[in-house]
């Protein structure tokens, strides 16, 4: 496991710059965390569900480990208003899909192969390295719109899919994941299918991998609210497992239910009388203020990748914007171009994998002011770049 120097440095090269200009206005477009706050809805759900915990009638104490039936079925709900049927009976409450994706190596052996897509959200590698799991890569790159598809040559046990991509914003559609499934099905693999940013997708584009024919005997799904309604810092998600999902004669709904049993004890009342709000009628509309705000962040972002010429995937579908460095310029050096030009902040795409050099991510999660006058600056000084 090495350490990853990534953001730090990120955060060094940003804080001397502001410490050595202090006149400068450094705007942040490399943020991964959400910035407008809850929803009133949900904040009102908390608020009485915390209220509930004063009184000796009301209160809770340890929730069930799979979560409470009526947030279950909220979620199991808001699965049919996509026309995906899964099963109240099959979802877990959680602390967030980061929590559930490190953790859920926990139920498979060791000796089993993990694929990653790369460019990759690092807590896939991690987690991975610190089980002592071998790791192979598919390549994510222009050639197929940084939406990795399967080699048959290869083979793997355990394969994370992420769609929309963080770090790439690329979102596969319905022929491409049947093609994963197809690939997991042969293999006897499991597809850890991270939906985090499903509420992203504008386009006729899967929002869940149980979408896809025979994903239900393959696949695993974890999402969470964090970038869906503002809990980065609430803290909730949820992780699905078809009943019949089985490997080796072990029933994995069953596994798991035994893993979060011994290691977990739940997600507190008021976080998830909150988490059910999200799914109500009026949580849904106001969430969706929320995402729609980012949404048009990240389609200012990409306009102007478009004027200037750029290659870029997401910003459609996504929060995020990966654009190839212009001039062939190292991630880093365009890191530098951006803060010193610019008074832009990003992140340099190597820090998500081998394929990340020569290519940037940029976040639609900053307010839209800020956003506006940023991409104004990056057009200025990548156009005066360009003469
Ligand atoms: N999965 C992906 C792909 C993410 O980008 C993130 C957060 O950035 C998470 C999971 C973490 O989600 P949570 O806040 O629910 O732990």
């Not at 988490?275 to 009026?282: N, T």
């Not at 307010?367 to 005066?384: C, G, P, Q, S």
Request: with cysteine.
């Amino acid at each position: 496991l090495v350490p990853n120097y990534l953001f730090a440095d990120v955060a060094k090269k940003t804080n001397a710059y502001i410490a050595a200009h202090p006149d400068k206005k450094v705007i942040k477009l490399g943020i991964g965390d959400v910035t407008l706050p809850l929803a009133p809805v949900v904040v009102e759900a908390m608020k009485k569900g915390a209220e509930d915990l004063a009184h000796k009638e009301t209160f809770k104490g340890y929730p069930d480990y799979e979560g409470y039936e009526f947030l279950r079925q909220a979620i199991s709900d808001y699965y049919k208003s996509f026309g995906v049927a899964v099963g109240a009976d099959e979802i877990f409450v959680s602390d967030g899909a980061k929590s559930d994706c490190g953790n859920i190596g926990d139920i498979f052996s060791k000796d089993n192969i993990v694929l990653v897509t790369d460019p990759v959200y690092p807590v896939y590698v991690d987690s991975n390295i610190m089980a002592g799991r071998e790791i192979v890569y598919a390549t994510s790159n222009e050639a197929n719109g940084f939406a990795a598809l399967p080699d048959e040559n290869v083979k793997a046990d355990i394969i994370y899919l992420c769609s929309p991509n963080n770090p790439t914003g690329s979102a596969y559609n319905a022929e491409q994941l049947k093609a994963w499934v197809d690939y997991a099905l042969k293999n006897d693999a499991i597809i850890l299918y991270d939906s985090a940013y499903e509420a992203f997708i504008t386009e006729d584009l899967p929002r869940s991998i149980f979408a896809i024919e025979g994903a239900r005997k393959c696949a695993i799904e974890m999402c969470s609210l964090s970038k869906t309604a503002g809990f980065t810092g609430t803290r909730c998600g949820y992780t699905v497992i078809p009943k019949e999902l089985e490997r080796d004669g072990h029933n994995i709904y069953a596994t798991w239910y035994r893993r979060q049993a011994t290691k977990f004890n739940g997600v507190s009342w008021p976080v998830q009388c909150a988490a059910a709000a999200v799914f109500s009628e009026e949580g849904q509309k106001q969430i969706k203020e929320n995402i729609s705000y980012y949404q048009e962040n990240a389609r200012i972002i990409a306009s102007a990748l478009d004027e200037l010429g750029i290659y870029y995937t997401g910003g459609k579908n996504s929060p995020y914007i990966w654009l190839k460095c212009p001039n062939n310029m190292g991630s880093w050096e365009f890191f530098d171009l951006l803060l010193n030009e610019a008074n832009v902040v990003g992140t340099p795409g190597e820090g998500f994998g081998e394929n990340g050099a020569g290519y940037f991510r940029l976040t639609s999660f900053g307010d839209r002011e800020n956003t506006i006058e940023a991409v104004e600056r990056i057009k200025k000084v990548l156009t005066n770049l360009s003469k």
